[in-house]
């Protein structure tokens, strides 16, 4: 009878050892699976007059960080939430962001950002390109500027990622493209003028046409007048 007991008790310890160690394992993995990815530039983000961007640490002009889809091209914005085509927000936490996150007081409204994301481990790799708006809500923006193609490197120690998307020495980005929150992007010049000179050849075209087709009643006097005579 002691030896019963003596031995439940064994494979009870036993049982609780190897509980305690699968939830640990399990909680390790999960913590391995998430990584944080620290999003910053060196060289200040502006607006078309060159004005650094604002914002400070509780609020600021939008940044987002989005990946390019399945095409891998960077689409040009033309619906309501500030995404275009297939591109979408990077999946990770604080995302989208913007100006003057994580920076202390000094660097207010000076158009930087040092904003830490989580995310899953498995998108390493992946590319993301960053844009940024002249204001801190779309429905307001004038204007918006985006970087190139990046890809999300690996972890420069366990756990802790680095993207630095405007390092010094690279001069400022600009919100370069005009934007309408009714119509999206507004086309550049050149499309503009393009788009003006197609208009124009039609209308000049179907005035002509107009002027050199004669209308139906005249064939008919016409007709009319034949018989008759």
Not at 6 to 13: D, E, M, T
Not at 184 to 201: D, H, K, R, V
């Amino acid at each position: 009878m002691n030896n019963r007991i003596h031995n439940f008790r064994a494979g009870l310890k036993k049982a609780k050892l190897y509980l305690t160690l699968l939830l640990l394992g399990n909680c390790i993995h999960a913590n391995a699976a998430i990584i944080n990815l620290t999003l910053y530039n060196e060289d200040p983000l502006v607006d078309m007059s060159s004005t650094p961007l604002l914002g400070n640490a509780l609020s600021g002009d939008l940044v987002q960080l989005l990946t390019p889809g399945l095409d891998g091209m960077i689409d040009i914005v033309n619906v309501y939430n500030g995404i275009a085509d297939d591109d979408v927000l990077f999946a990770s936490s604080d995302n989208p962001t913007h100006v003057g996150a994580g920076t202390f007081t000094p660097a207010n409204d000076t158009g930087v950002l040092s904003q830490v994301m989580e995310f899953e481990e498995s998108l390493i790799g992946e590319q993301v390109y960053i844009r940024f708006w002249d204001t801190s809500s779309i429905s307001t923006a004038t204007a918006y500027g985006q970087t190139a193609l990046f890809t999300i490197p690996t972890e420069l120690f366990p756990g802790e990622v680095f993207l630095n998307f405007n390092p010094s020495g690279a001069g400022s980005l600009m919100t370069t493209v005009p934007f309408d929150y009714l119509g999206g992007s507004i086309p550049e010049p050149g499309a503009l003028a393009f788009l003006l000179l197609a208009t124009l050849i039609f209308i000049v075209r179907f005035k002509y046409k107009s002027a050199t087709v004669k209308p139906q009643a005249y064939y008919m006097n016409e007709l009319s007048i034949e018989v008759s005579a």
